[in-house]
């Protein structure tokens, strides 16, 4: 069975990192795309970025309002996948979601919460 | 970058009766190779995940109802509930992945009325 559990949440101060975690299982992790997609309270979905598996590359792409602020990365030997996220802003407050998948996304995690407030 | 609208935000439609909802791509999203439209559709009730109904445009997925349907192709699309049950309220999701970076619609809630 295809499952991806989401940790890492919490609040964190504006200019602030964080790091998110996306733990997988029931596929070769290894040969999967991953992404991320997130969802501000009351707010509709939202891209994040994703990254390729090794094999085609390992490349990431972002979202425009990342600009630098955001790193997705992976260990296949850990299957599990990273986000990153530095100088955060009150507007990234948001349920993040992990998904194995570099287009539509079948499998969601529950996510996880991240607050952004002073 | 392209841009998924979604229309209405909202419809109230009466249990057995037809919820249709429209998501217009800025650009074509329909790769002219594999004549496959890069387009699906989610289902997000309060508190959950959200669930693929539908990709490629018009594949429905393993499990989902089949008064759950989607069409259209290039920049226009459809997703319609033939026959709204109470179990179908819920926001609804349209999502381009022809091309990075990804995007989705708005959303549109469908409400009983």
């Known amino acids: 069975e295809v499952q991806v559990v989401e940790s890492g949440g919490g609040l964190v101060k504006p200019g602030g990192s964080i790091r998110l975690s996306c733990a997988a299982s029931?596929?070769?992790?290894?040969?999967?795309?991953m992404s991320w997609v997130r969802q501000a309270p009351g707010k509709g979905l939202e891209w994040v970025g994703r990254?390729?598996?090794?094999?085609?590359?390992?490349?990431?792409e972002y979202a425009g309002f990342v600009k630098g602020r955001f790193t997705i990365s992976r260990d296949d030997s850990m299957n599990t996948l990273y986000l990153q996220m530095n100088s955060l802003k009150n507007e990234d407050t948001a349920v993040y979601f992990c998904?194995?998948?570099?287009?539509?996304?079948?499998?969601w995690g529950q996510g996880t919460l991240v607050t952004v407030s002073s | 970058d392209i841009v998924m609208t979604q229309s209405p935000d909202s419809l109230a439609v009466s249990l057995g009766e037809r919820a249709t909802i429209n998501c217009k791509s800025s650009q074509n999203i329909l790769y002219r190779s594999n004549n496959k439209n890069y387009l699906a559709w989610y289902q997000q009730k309060p508190g959950q995940p959200p669930k693929l109904l539908i990709s490629w445009a018009s594949d429905r997925e393993s499990g989902v109802p089949d008064r759950f349907s989607g069409s259209g192709s290039g920049t226009d699309f459809t997703l319609t509930i033939s026959s709204l049950q109470a179990e179908d309220v819920a926001v609804y999701y349209c999502?381009?992945?022809?091309?990075?970076?990804?995007?989705f619609g708005q959303g549109t809630k469908v409400e009983v009325k």
């Open positions: 999502h381009q992945h022809y091309t990075t970076p990804q995007a």
């Open positions: 029931g596929f070769p992790f290894n040969k999967a795309w």
């Open positions: 990254i390729k598996s090794n094999s085609d590359g390992g490349t990431t």
């Open positions: 998904s194995p998948s570099g287009s539509y996304y079948a499998y």
